[in-house]
């Protein structure tokens, strides 16, 4: 319901993506543009039934502005979304999905696109939960497909965000934005300078 930075400062919800038709997974991508710099805590605030949560921070700098935002879902192994972008920014996604774990481990493996830089891989597997988080980036000169593969059928959403740099957004050709719902999952973005904040989660919704 809500996600604050240094200082208490709000982010913006840019986008959220609950899972359909089982609505087990969201993912919701948080964002701010020239946060407060230093160390600090995100927070993030909840309403209803999570079941599980991951949350991921990263911090980009040298954005000026938000592009274009996009979420998808669907029941696949092949998670993928198309944003609109410009060939001088860059995209940012967040996955939420299911992870069939062992041990607090996924079994199952995930790759991304092969334009894709996979930044971070989370799961939160317990006897009842078996969510995974994950982002990745990709630069809007590679086009605005964002995609992964799972190693089975879940039910799974995704969202990404296109950041234009300092310099401005070049003509659009792909941007998104992303969110998760169901077990839930949650991700961050954070950034300085005249940077992005953002924030991403995707969970395990009863």
């Not at 920014?89 to 774990?101: F, N, P, R, V």
């Not at 078996?130 to 799974?156: E, F, K, L, P």
Request: aromatic share 2%; charged share 10%.
């Amino acid at each position: 319901s809500g996600v604050t930075a240094c200082g208490g400062e709000p982010l913006t919800l840019l986008k959220a993506q609950t899972s359909s038709p089982q609505a087990s997974r969201r993912s919701e991508l948080w964002g701010k543009i020239n946060p407060t710099a230093g160390d600090c805590t995100i927070a993030v605030a909840t309403t209803g039934n999570v079941d599980g949560m991951v949350t991921i921070s990263m911090e980009t700098d040298n954005i000026s502005a938000y592009d274009d935002v996009a979420g998808s879902t669907a029941l696949s192994a092949t998670p993928n979304v198309t944003i609109s972008t410009g060939t001088n920014e860059t995209i940012i996604d967040m996955l939420a999905g299911k992870c069939l774990g062992s041990s607090g481990s996924c079994t199952t493996t995930l790759t991304s696109g092969a334009n894709q830089t996979l930044q971070k891989d989370t799961p939160y597997v317990s006897a009842s939960i078996d969510v995974r988080g994950a982002t990745s980036t990709q630069a809007g000169a590679d086009g605005g497909i964002m995609s992964h593969t799972m190693g089975t059928d879940n039910y799974w959403a995704l969202t990404a965000v296109a950041l234009c740099p300092t310099a401005g957004c070049a003509a659009a050709t792909s941007s998104v934005l992303s969110q998760v719902a169901g077990q839930v999952d949650s991700a961050f973005l954070s950034g300085g300078a005249v940077v992005h904040l953002g924030a991403v989660n995707a969970a395990n919704v009863a």
